[in-house]
Every structure is written in structure tokens, then in C-alpha cells.
């Protein structure tokens, strides 16, 4: 297989741009696709149905863009379409879920473990039951945070407010003598600072973004398919809706300004 | 025309609810159909395109089931689809922009005035320019309240984030002399207490709701449309996601419980 292909990646919206940095950190030679299915966003309060369908439309637009390898930074399309895109796929695909349970084990000593989500990533109970395969006596405080998303797309991470909704999801944890809690959700390493103050500095945060790349690139050397040119990569934006809220958008989560966004429609 | 032909209503999600229950009580003896888009919920984010889209779909299906009237209680909606609606169904069809606005020319003095909704319907410029058909001389100050929709759809309503995230939209009004202020979105009625509190209570919240469903009862009269039989109206309900969210949701935008919620897909 020609090594120089790119890789995909598709999420319900910009999100997924923390986890593309960290691939184009880690694989700075790989070309990547990315695809942010705007006009569904956002999966979080969608049904396993829809997001399913969303996901395999996704991916097929990907592979008609010749990709190598598909990632899914998005939690919630994780939890109800990874293991159908697995199966699925002629091509290696890889989740948010695996890492961050990888990374999990290296944190938890108590296994007393919070799970922080969307409603429907939480609904799914799929973390739940990967922690569980890993350790049945772990003790797990899984929590959907429906408005942690769109606070963050409206910037006020420092915002009063975001600390007195944190508060309001999170206060019960407290107690609860947790040593780790899973941001199962790209949008929420944006909250970081408002989290932790309210979980306290006892309590590690787990962000698998990094790993994620990390666990990309043993899978690219593993299958021969590491692109080893030393040519400046390319980077492709998609969206299914407006293009220039996906470009004004970007920057927040990528790290840095985008070139160019194409739109397209694939209902 | 078979005057026993239902009336049909289609908004994002449960929104829209709220002026079904309006239509429910000035139109009694009327069988009512409501579609709730809650695949592509919310539309306060989407683009004009997707949202016309959307909207032709929704108006499509409703065709179907027969309607001999539609009502577009969703704000967004009305924005970029209505006056592409009006023309090309064949039947009537009333939104609720021109109900704000005529609710608001017996409201206001001073004309000076706030439009509260979302980003897609203050973008559109939809009601600034219909205010300023009515008065040229109009002093507005519209303003875009993304999160009010995620925080009524989280029950947050009393909550002190509520009242903060208030603030941060629209503390800046205090000093600008209006004297109403209009919510565009149908989910900003369940906000009042908060906005009042935070605009003052000289300032007069104009709600289309009721009026829209007048409008419609005098739509109807002249249209020789009215359904003057006495047996107990029919009220179906479809989504294009999961239904029994939407049963979960629907009393707290209707009032009361519904029997039934039927799925299907439109794309």
C-alpha cells in the first residue's frame, strides 16, 4: 500500500482538532483529512441510531479521500460506531476509547474512577464496561456534563459560570475519594483548569489525545505504513456545513489558523 | 378543502412545543401534527443553507400527512426558510416573526428594543430588518444568547449559572433605555425570571407564542379552514431521532404529557 496516502479522521465538529494536533506533533510527516460533520453537531445528545449512521457516512466519505487509516478522535462515535467501522473497514481504524483506558491504567491506583462525558457517550455505558474488563472491583462515577460543550464553544472556559456548572455536575464526586477522571470528551481538556478546582489536585485528569498519536504511530510502523518522506505533510479540512465558523472554530482547538475549509454534503 | 385536515408544526427539537400548546388552546377542536428535527437539533448554529434544507425536508413530510396549514414556530426557521415556504406550498403557512413584530408595535414606545436568539437568527438580520420596515428611526441592539438554549434543555433555569451567563449576554443593555425586548427562540420563555431579573422590570418580554396561534385562528376563519366539529382533536408527534427523548422532553415545552412519539428518517 502506497505509504504517502493520508490519514482520516472525522468528528461531529472541531473537537477532534486537539486530538489532529497531536497526530501532526507526533507524525509530522503523515498527509491528514479531517472531517467535521457540522451540519449533526453535536453527537452528545444524538441517539446511538443516528450517530452510527452519521459515522458510517463519515467514513465512507474518508475512504473515497484514499486514507490509510482512519481515527476517531470523537468519544461518542466511539462508543456506538468503532467496533462496526472495525469490522467494517479495509483499512486499520483507531479510537479514543483504548487510549484512554491505556492511560487510565497507568494513573488509578484505587480504581475509584470517574467518567466524565456527553450524555450519549455516558448512556453507552461502554467505558464503564471497558474499566470494568480491566479491573471488576473498580468503583466507577460515570457523568454526563451536557453543557460543558457548548460552553466551550462559546469560549468561557474562566467564565464564573463554567465554574458554578462544574460545580453542579461535579461536586458530588467530592467525596467520593476518586484518584482519576477520564475527560471522555475532546472538548473538556479545555475546562482542565476549572475541572481540577473543583475535583481538587489529589484527582489526575485523563486526556488520551496523546497517547492516541502515540498508539497511531505503532500501528503505522506495524503495518509498513509509515510515510517516512520528508516532504511537508498537507493538511485537508472538510465540513457538512458553514465553512467559515469551521475555520473561525479551528484555531481554538488546532492550536493554530487553518487554510482552507471545503464543504460538503453528504446528508 | 376538508376542513378536518390536521394543522402541522416542525422546529429543531422541542421548542416549537410551546406554541403548539398555545395552538391547542385558541384552536381546540383542531387535529395538530409535530415534527421535531431532533437529528439536526439544534439550528441556532447551522447555516442558512443546512437550515433551509432542513426545512424543506420537514415541510415535505408534513405534506404528506396531509396538513392544510403549516406554522413554522421555530425562529431560526422562520429566519431563512419561511418566505421560500409561503412561496412555494400550497397551502398557508404562518411563522412567528411577523407575530413578534406585531406584538412588539403595541409594546414599544421608544423603540428602542432587543432582539434576544441565536446566532443564526441574529445573523440572518431577519428582525432587524422587519422592525426597521415599521419604524426607520428604530434603535436595536441585537444579540445572540447561544447558551440559553443548552441551559433550558438542562433544566438549569434557576440555577446561579443561568443568571450569570444572563449577564454576560446582556448586562450590557442596562443602560441602553429599552423598553422591550423581543425572544426570538422558543426556548427563551423559560429563561423570563432570569432575563427580567437581569434587564429590570421596566422592560417588557415580548413572546410570540400566543399571538402566532391567533393569527392562525383568523388565517383560518378567512381561509374558510376552520375546523368547527366538536370531537377531540388528534395530536401525533414524530422526531427524526430518538422518540422517547423526545417524550422525556415534550411535557416541559407543552405542558403536559404526550401519548406517543413515532421516529423517522428524513435525512
Tied chains: 1, 2.
Excluded at 62 to 81: E, G, S, V, W, Y
Excluded at 130 to 147: M, R, Y
Excluded at 207 to 233: G, H
Aim: some cysteine.
Amino acid at each position: 500500500m502506497d505509504k504517502t496516502r493520508p490519514i482520516g479522521l472525522f468528528d461531529s465538529g472541531f473537537g477532534g482538532l486537539t486530538v489532529m494536533k497531536e497526530i501532526a506533533r507526533h507524525l509530522p510527516s503523515e498527509h491528514l483529512v479531517y472531517f467535521g460533520d457540522t451540519a449533526h453537531l453535536p453527537y452528545g445528545n444524538k441517539s446511538p441510531q443516528a450517530v452510527l449512521e452519521y459515522a458510517l457516512n463519515n467514513a465512507s466519505f474518508l475512504l473515497k479521500q484514499n486514507i490509510k487509516l482512519l481515527i476517531i478522535p470523537c468519544h461518542t462515535a466511539c462508543c456506538h460506531a468503532l467496533e462496526t467501522l472495525k469490522s467494517k473497514l479495509p483499512i486499520p481504524v483507531v479510537g479514543v476509547t483504548e487510549p484512554g483506558i491505556e492511560l487510565l491504567k497507568q494513573s488509578t491506583r484505587s480504581w475509584r474512577i470517574a467518567i466524565l462525558g456527553t450524555t450519549s457517550t455516558i448512556q453507552s455505558g461502554i467505558y464503564q464496561s471497558l474499566i470494568l474488563q480491566q479491573n471488576q472491583k473498580a468503583t466507577l462515577f460515570p457523568t454526563a456534563c451536557p453543557l460543558f460543550v457548548p460552553l466551550v464553544e462559546e469560549g468561557l472556559f474562566d467564565h464564573p459560570s463554567a465554574h458554578l456548572i462544574a460545580e453542579h455536575y461535579l461536586a458530588f464526586l467530592k467525596d467520593k475519594q476518586i484518584d482519576s477522571a477520564l475527560l471522555a470528551c475532546t472538548h473538556y481538556p479545555l475546562l482542565k483548569t476549572t475541572i481540577q478546582d473543583v475535583l481538587g489536585p489529589a484527582v489526575k485528569l485523563i486526556e488520551p489525545a496523546e497517547i492516541c498519536a502515540i498508539q497511531t504511530r505503532e500501528i503505522l510502523l506495524r503495518s509498513n505504513l509509515l510515510n517516512v518522506a520528508a516532504q511537508a505533510p498537507r493538511y485537508q479540512f472538510f465540513a457538512s456545513d458553514d465553512p467559515d465558523k469551521f475555520k473561525r472554530f479551528a484555531p481554538l482547538f488546532f492550536g493554530s489558523e487553518i487554510d482552507s475549509v471545503e464543504r460538503i454534503s453528504i446528508l
